[in-house]
């Protein structure tokens, strides 16, 4: 009896199972196609999020899962924005992204950094003064380190021998040689190498009395660094408020040639 029964269940009850679930799949897999053939109006096309197989032309629910279906975009408006040559790309080199991108290109322009350093003098801005003459300061109108100086400006007077002696000399020879221009221009010449301007020049001409001291101008412009001997080492910049006074002093000799001053011009 037992056999009996298991041979009709797999001759006749499994075989119509299996004919009513064919038929059952079939009659669903006719209405989602049937959904696809529906259109309406405004030509909009809609899909499920989780079966795109299932595509619909007017709002609804997925006939699978029962999801709402979401709108979808025009496949051919899509792919009408983006160039072939970038579909063509590699996929495993190129990404598709709507990032901004630029290309490199060879440009000029400043760059700011910061930095900690040491402020140095630049030694092609140096100038110095030295003196034409020997003789004795007698008035100084510069008297600290880093007081600053203009190009004509009065700097020092100096009492020289030799300077008095060149121009009494001039002096003599305008008073009774006059018509010698050649003695005359050569010991203007003179004076001029050593140290003198056309305007002391022309006083001492002019007066007929020759100058016991005379004005030395500075012929630079800057701030005076050091006095004395160019070999000397400087001393580092004080802070503002506690200036030095220079070594060079009113009454001390000076040699010819020797270094004056040294000024920077920064």
């Not at 119509?16 to 309406?40: H, I, M, P, Q, R």
């Not at 109006?41 to 899962?65: D, F, L, R």
């Not at 279906?69 to 072939?84: C, F, G, H, W, Y």
């Amino acid at each position: 009896m037992h056999i009996k029964i298991s041979h009709i269940l797999y001759r006749y009850i499994l075989p119509a199972l299996l004919v009513c679930f064919l038929a059952f799949a079939g009659c669903k897999s006719k209405s989602v196609n049937t959904d696809t053939a529906v259109t309406d109006s405004t030509g909009e096309t809609y899909t499920c999020p989780m079966h795109p197989e299932v595509i619909a032309h007017h709002p609804g629910n997925c006939p699978i899962c029962g999801m709402a279906l979401v709108k979808k975009e025009n496949a051919s408006r899509e792919s009408s924005q983006i160039d072939l040559s970038t579909l063509l790309q590699p996929a495993n080199s190129v990404a598709l992204s709507s990032i901004p991108v630029t290309s490199m290109h060879h440009a000029t322009g400043q760059l700011e950094v910061d930095a900690l350093g040491r402020i140095e003098y630049d030694t092609r801005s140096l100038n110095v003064i030295s003196a034409r003459v020997s003789g004795r300061i007698e008035k100084l109108y510069v008297k600290y380190r880093f007081q600053e100086v203009h190009a004509g400006e009065r700097i020092m007077d100096i009492y020289s021998p030799e300077l008095l002696t060149g121009q009494q000399n001039l002096l003599f020879i305008l008073k009774n040689d006059p018509d010698n221009n050649g003695l005359i221009h050569a010991a203007k010449q003179r004076l001029l190498l050593l140290g003198m301007t056309g305007n002391q020049l022309q006083q001492v001409m002019a007066t007929g009395k020759a100058l016991a001291t005379v004005s030395v101008y500075s012929s630079h412009m800057g701030h005076i660094h050091e006095a004395g001997n160019m070999n000397a080492v400087s001393r580092p910049m004080n802070m503002p408020g506690m200036t030095d006074e220079l070594s060079l002093k009113e009454g001390m000799y000076v040699e010819k040639g020797e270094t004056v001053f040294q000024i920077y011009n920064m």
